[in-house]
């Protein structure tokens, strides 16, 4: 039992720096819970993002939800075990690609022969196919653009306090 | 009780538990507690607004209100003191300008027509199109997601831009590259170390 303890926190030392003001040590609760409930945050993240032509949600939604899974990690592993994982440079480049995408459908769809952001066309024999495939992809880009954009934010914050 | 009258009343203890949590929002002087008070406030918005039928603006309300905003709030307070100072200026005038605008937010919606008429402006213009012609023109069973994605395209696009400025507001203003040099100072550190 104590193994598993062990192997479930092995990669967040104890004394590992947390600069944020909310200090978590000794929090081997935590830890164990949030490693056991983040990955579902994450894939909860993803069924809101690609369900969200059938129910509730969409591209925002699915952002906020996989920023909160990956801030939730910071809060409880530290902030630096997450910029290991999530370099700044990851999340800047992230930013700009989701919406890049999202301009690129609208881009692809005029060269394609329809107007800016008409999905219609992007299926040249189905357009109610060429709406999924555009709805699919800008709200990807959304989702995308909004994940990195809250963990830049949440960066640009807890960055600074530990100087 | 009927399931017609559960409706009102779980309004009413929302509403009742939001004016309570705003008024303790507005006394506290804990800057922590005022933080989770808005998270919880956010949670419940996001209850009134699925009990209105808009369960994608609550999932968004719960998002972003309840999860990002209370943890960027705590981000903020690791960077500043816990608690509110005493304010300088006179707590009244704050209190009859607050008051003053409140009423005359109550008194603009006495022109707006009543909660759920059918016959309000807004469900008369592009409403009924989108409701009976979007599952011909887009194909989705989520009429939310036809207009946000395909019918209202440009604005959608506005708004992944305007998330996109203000990380990049973020990004210059408090530091992500400033950020990035302190890692390579780490960085060149572990290497002086180790060497």
């Known amino acids: 039992m104590s193994d598993l303890l062990d192997d479930l926190i092995q990669d967040a030392p104890p004394e590992a720096p947390t600069p944020i003001k909310m200090r978590v040590q000794e929090t081997i609760i935590l830890r164990v819970v949030g ?55 990851v999340v800047e480049l992230g930013i700009a690609f989701g919406a ?3 301009g690129g459908v609208g881009v692809v769809s005029m060269l394609m022969g329809g107007e800016f952001l008409h999905y219609g066309v992007l299926d040249g024999h189905d357009a109610a196919h060429g709406q999924h495939l555009g709805i699919l992809l ?18 640009s914050f807890a960055g600074r306090s530990n100087r | 009780m009927g399931e017609q009258a559960m409706g009102p009343a779980i309004e009413a203890i ?18 922590f507690a005022a933080a989770m008070l808005f998270g919880i406030f956010s949670l419940l918005a996001a209850g ?31 960077l500043t003191t816990s608690t509110e100072t005493r304010p300088l200026h006179h707590r009244v005038t704050g209190l009859l300008v607050v008051t003053t605008t409140g009423l005359l937010l109550a008194y603009g919606t006495l022109d707006m027509p009543a909660y ?54 973020a990004i210059l203003l408090l530091g992500g590259v400033l950020a990035r040099d302190d890692e390579r100072d780490d960085d060149n550190d572990r290497e002086e170390s180790d060497a």
């Open chain 1, 100 to 102: 890049l995408l999202y």
């Open chain 2, 48 to 78: 009134m607004q699925t009990m209105m039928d808009a369960v994608d603006v609550a999932f968004t309300e719960a998002a972003v209100g309840a999860g990002i905003s209370t943890v960027l709030f705590l981000g903020a307070l690791g």
């Open chain 2, 116 to 169: 759920g008429d059918p016959d309000a402006p807004i469900h008369r213009h592009v409403a009924p199109h989108y409701l009976v012609d979007s599952s011909d023109e887009v194909g989705i069973p989520n009429v939310v997601t036809s207009v946000l994605a395909s019918y209202r395209g440009y604005d959608t696009f506005g708004e992944t831009t305007v998330v996109l400025t203000a990380a990049v507001g």
């Open chain 1, 35 to 89: 490693k056991a409930v983040i990955p579902f945050i994450l894939l909860f993240a993803l069924y809101v993002q690609f369900h969200g032509d059938y129910g509730p949600g969409g591209g925002f939604q699915a952002g906020v939800i996989f920023a909160a899974g990956l801030i939730l990690h910071a809060l409880i592993f530290g902030l630096d075990a997450l910029r290991r994982k999530v370099p700044m440079i």
């Open chain 2, 14 to 31: 929302l509403f009742l538990l939001m004016i309570v949590l705003a008024v303790q929002i507005a006394r506290i002087r804990s800057l």
């Open chain 1, 138 to 155: 800008v709200e990807l880009g959304v989702g995308i653009t909004v994940a990195f954009v809250m963990v830049a934010i949440f960066y």
